[in-house]
């Protein structure tokens, strides 16, 4: 794989350093980001589903976390008490931590377990001052009145 350097670009930025790790990582990443296997969904404008595939699990084995504008979802299983021997073991229940980072918008809402599967639920919250508003434009030259008062 190919190393990107990209300190030439960051050179004439401040401020960005958020932006330098997240293309970093993403460019760094290798085949171990693919355990457990996961979906994003777009489930309406505003709202997002995460579905990740986390058999052989307990919900008490996993661990959701958002700190910082980061979803960190975790995942160590129990040591078995006793010995079990295998022939074939396609079902890998080794430890994992998978990261997604989250723009300022989003909020995390619910976390489910059901058939193997954790959906976290998403919902992107845009702060009244930063919707879109719909600005009056005035004239400058419309007639001003005035009121005198009289000098006694």
Do not use: C, W
Not at 12 to 41: M, Q
């Amino acid at each position: 794989m190919r190393n990107f350097d990209l300190t030439p670009l960051m050179r004439s930025t401040v401020g960005f350093d958020h932006l330098s790790r997240l293309l970093d990582s993403a460019l760094t990443s290798e085949g171990a980001a693919a355990y457990p296997p996961y979906n994003i969904e777009k489930l309406s404008e505003d709202d997002y589903r995460i579905t990740m595939a986390v058999a052989g699990f307990a919900p008490d084995e996993l661990n959701v976390t958002v700190q910082e504008g980061t979803l960190y979802i975790s995942g160590k299983g129990r040591e078995e008490e006793e010995e079990r021997r295998f022939l074939h073991k396609g079902i890998a229940k080794r430890a994992f931590e998978r990261r997604f980072e989250l723009a300022e918008t989003i909020r995390v809402g619910d976390a489910k377990f059901e058939n193997g599967l954790l959906e976290i639920e998403l919902k992107r919250v845009i702060p009244d001052h930063k919707k879109p508003r719909q600005v009056e434009i005035r004239s400058t030259d419309a007639k001003m009145k005035t009121i005198e008062a009289d000098a006694a």
